[in-house]
């Protein structure tokens, strides 16, 4: 199981979506998780291997790395990107439910054609509606407790040069210098900025099914 | 997703590029993308681990490599390369609505049957109408994201020349110290490879705008010295036969506005000589 199988899933949800969710759903996979895949992975790939602390005392370079870095950005970044796709499968879910019941009164009995009925577009309504609205809800907040335990984590969103180590059996202070940190600060500023569109797009697409359904209800009414 | 998963993705949209927009696309995939991948990321995959310093002083090396590599050459070609293919998208997101509009119409009219819409979807878009600005938007994006990032490479490292040495004194480096550069030449000679291609690129963009416009200048010209036939449109022959003047006009009170722009854009799609109404 890999990006490459997540993208199968979500391909069979995206028939189902909004245009707006379509959009998010191609942002989500070209520039965050091929972003990830393609160049990101690469930036981080050294990062233990080039954490250089001054000193000779066996030991403190890890400790010192496992004290500035609790979890790499590569590994919160594919937790997000999953959690983040995920509430998808709730529509998926919701829709073969749907079409196991009409297939379940077809074999009672009833007239429906069985190929139609797996091509039909289903319209976001009723029961389903609401089940899509709760996962653009709970897609915005991941989005959002992700960048907050970012932030939270690495002090801001920018890798510094240098961090300054005192842990045991580090001897006093010790300067560790961390590999690459412009290029990680690019690489992390893309990713919110990209991160931020998409919980944009996620609102808006909130915005539309609300007004959607509001001015449905008028009409149903007259 | 990967490279891969882009080049499936981008080459739905080929079916509704130019001839020239096609030669862009494998320009791009050939020898930009799979000289990224096979070539120039292992030319640069030890970039930083042969990178040397003349000084023993932990973290000086990576210091320097980090002062003079803020962003090494494979990320940017890899940004350059995603940000310049996803303009294509827009046309591609453009096409689909289109042919939705048309399947939607072609279930008004009655004939919703499978072949129909088959047909819709494996004929190909004209370039024309509201398509025509979405397809030149995404040439002048394109040309404008190939300018930023040879702005940028030209900004980071200039002349586009990979040096062999390199004098550093960033802390902690004692004083100045000596770096020197793993591969420079071969390093030059793939920077000056891809610029090239990005050159190619963007002279391909430009032809591909002057081809655009030009077309369509000649055909406003065709179209004030010839008023509009009935052909107009992939369905104008089919319908208009079986069309009723009162039919057109219920369903466009009935449905949107998109409905009255499908319409618009084909007038075959009415009786010969008559004009819609409601449009």
Not at chain 1, 158 to 187: G, H, I, Y
Not at chain 2, 30 to 48: N, Y
Request: net charge positive; proline share 4%.
């Amino acid at each position: 199981m890999d990006w490459g199988s997540l993208q199968a899933v979500l391909g069979g949800v995206n028939k189902h979506s909004t245009s707006i969710g379509k959009i998010w759903l191609t942002v989500l996979f070209i520039f965050r998780i091929m972003i990830l895949v393609v160049a990101a992975e690469r930036v981080w790939g050294d990062e233990q291997q080039d954490f250089v602390c001054n000193t000779l005392q066996p030991g403190c370079r890890n400790v010192c790395y496992d004290h500035f870095f609790p979890i790499s950005h590569i590994r919160l970044w594919a937790l997000q990107l999953i959690f983040v796709s995920t509430p998808a499968l709730l529509v998926a879910m919701h829709v073969a439910y749907t079409r196991h019941e009409k297939k379940r009164r077809f074999r009672n009995g009833e007239k429906i054609d069985i190929e139609e009925l797996k091509n039909e577009k289903i319209h976001i309504r009723g029961p389903l509606w609401w089940t899509y609205t709760s996962s653009i809800f709970f897609r915005i907040v991941f989005e959002a407790v992700f960048m907050y335990v970012f932030y939270y984590m690495y002090d801001g969103y920018q890798m510094p040069r240098l961090v300054k180590c005192n842990a045991w059996p580090c001897p006093n202070t010790v300067d560790c210098f961390v590999s690459r940190p412009t290029e990680k600060t690019t690489f992390t500023i893309f990713m919110l900025a990209v991160s931020g569109i998409c919980m944009m797009l996620n609102l808006a697409e909130l915005c539309y099914l609300v007004i959607k359904i509001c001015m449905k209800e008028p009409r149903k009414t007259t | 997703m990967n490279w891969a998963g882009l080049y499936t993705v981008l080459s739905g949209v080929n079916r509704h590029s130019t001839a020239i927009g096609r030669i862009w696309l494998s320009v791009i995939f050939i020898f930009r993308i799979m000289v990224l991948v096979v070539a120039a990321e292992s030319v640069w995959g030890d970039e930083k681990s042969a990178f040397t310093c003349n000084t023993q002083q932990p973290g000086c090396n990576s210091v320097c490599y980090d002062h003079f590599f803020p962003i090494s050459h494979i990320r940017l070609w890899a940004l350059q390369l995603i940000l310049v293919t996803t303009p294509a998208l827009l046309v591609a997101m453009h096409v689909a609505y289109q042919q939705h509009q048309e399947k939607k119409l072609l279930v008004l009219t009655g004939h919703g049957d499978p072949k129909h819409m088959e047909e819709v979807k494996k004929h190909k878009m004209r370039i024309s109408g509201s398509l025509w600005w979405t397809y030149v938007c995404s040439v002048v994006f394109r040309l404008l994201f190939e300018a930023v990032f040879m702005y940028i490479f030209y900004m980071l490292y200039p002349g586009y020349q990979m040096v062999r040495l390199v004098k550093c004194e960033a802390y902690p480096c004692p004083n100045t110290v000596d770096c020197f550069i793993s591969r420079p030449t071969e390093k030059t000679i793939f920077t000056v490879f891809m610029l090239v291609t990005s050159s190619i690129c963007i002279v391909l963009n430009m032809a591909e705008l002057v081809y655009l416009v030009v077309r369509a200048c000649a055909r406003r010209g065709q179209h004030s010295s010839n008023p509009p036939s009935g052909k107009g449109s992939f369905y104008g022959h089919k319908l208009s036969s079986e069309y009723k003047q009162n039919e057109i006009n219920q369903l466009l009170t009935e449905q949107d506005g998109s409905i009255k722009d499908m319409l618009r854009r084909n007038p075959g799609l009415q009786e010969k000589g008559d004009r819609c109404s409601a449009c």
